[in-house]
T-cell receptor, first 110, second 114 residues
Framework: QKEVEQNSGPLSVPEGAIASLNCTYSDRGSQSFFWYRQYSGKSPELIMFIYSNGDKEDGRFTAQLNKASQYVSLLIRDSQPSDSATYLCAVNTGGFKTIFGAGTRLFVKA | EAGVTQFPSHSVIEKGQTVTLRCDPISGHDNLYWYRRVMGKEIKFLLHFVKESKQDESGMPNNRFLAERTGGTYSTLKVQPAELEDSGVYFC????????????FGAGTRLSVL
């Protein structure tokens, strides 16, 4: 079992729709959870982080965490073609070592 | 403010040769990390420096890899001798002491070992 699992996609949504990206993790001791966006050939860019159960909103992005289910998700409202990228879920189990999922490719169709 | 910079952006070498990758973190960031992504796989942690000290090198694959951060500023990652399976993208990230979990990534060095 992978430590951080994501559906590789591609996930295709029409412009203006809500994109829902999901991630599960195996280590119950995980403490910090991150979503990175990576455009092709570019560096991963941190877009959201969440530490506590529940929802955290930042603009069009909402991160959701459920530690009991070991599940974290990212919702992108009003999806734009510029949101098309690979989204990486990452988990920190303590210290600063970060475990990444393989990423989900998102396509937003104009 | 300059971001994390990595050099070179792409390196092509033959099996058995030596390659040195460089990372310049964001100025003032005490934490520096190396990661690697091989073809089709997830980004994997290699090691973590706090200033010039290696805090965690549990992800280093073998003793052909040597990372240094003399003076606690830039870091180098040397692969000697390189093998075919070392091909991939090597990312560097840095974070401030106050927010170690918030890591800023460089664009990576794509290493191709032929």
């Amino acid at each position: 079992q992978k430590e951080v699992e994501q559906n590789s996609g591609p996930l295709s949504v029409p412009e203006g729709a809500i994109a829902s990206l999901n991630c599960t993790y195996s280590d119950r001791g995980s403490q910090s959870f991150f979503w990175y966006r990576q455009y092709s050939g570019k560096s991963p860019e941190l877009i959201m982080f969440i530490y506590s159960n529940g929802d955290k909103e930042d603009g069009r992005f909402t991160a959701q965490l459920n530690k009991a289910s070991q599940y974290v998700s990212l919702l992108i409202r009003d999806s734009q073609p510029s949101d098309s990228a690979t989204y990486l879920c990452a988990v920190n189990t303590g210290g600063f070592k970060t475990i990444f999922g393989a990423g989900t490719r998102l396509f937003v169709k104009a | 403010e300059a971001g994390v910079t990595q050099f070179p952006s792409h390196s092509v070498i033959e099996k058995g040769q030596t390659v040195t990758l460089r990372c310049d973190p964001i100025s003032g960031h005490d934490n520096l990390y190396w990661y690697r992504r091989v073809m089709g796989k997830e980004i994997k942690f290699l090691l973590h420096f706090v200033k010039e000290s290696k805090q965690d090198e549990s992800g280093m694959p073998n003793n052909r890899f040597l990372a240094e951060r003399t003076g606690g500023t830039y870091s180098t990652l040397k692969v000697q001798p390189a093998e075919l399976e070392d091909s991939g993208v090597y990312f560097c990230a840095s974070s401030p002491a106050s927010q170690g979990n918030i890591q800023y990534f460089g664009a990576g060095t794509r290493l191709s070992v032929l």
